[in-house]
């Protein structure tokens, strides 16, 4: 869904967005999260004229705790997906 809301952007306004918290994706980008902001916060930064990283943080005490999901998209170049999990400090 980010991903698409900043595509739709860039053909009305001809560049990203940076949407630094979460309850600004409705307001900025007309995304409506709807549950997954139960157990997601979710960013845009590192907009430049050709792409972003969008990143979803698993919210405490959720299933999705610690879990860091990133999409990093340049304009004409594949999807890059990461997935981290960092472990508990002891």
Not at 42 to 64: H, K, L, M
């Amino acid at each position: 869904m980010v991903l698409t809301g900043e595509q739709v952007h860039y053909q009305e306004y001809a560049s990203y967005i940076e949407v630094p918290d979460t309850a600004d994706f409705r307001v900025v980008l007309g995304v409506y999260l709807d549950d997954l902001l139960d157990r997601w916060a979710f960013s845009v930064s590192d907009v430049s004229p050709t792409g972003f990283i969008a990143e979803a943080q698993g919210r405490i005490d959720t299933a999705a705790e610690r879990f860091i999901v990133t999409l990093s998209y340049q304009r004409g170049q594949p999807l890059l997906w990461a997935i981290r999990h960092p472990r508990p400090a002891h």
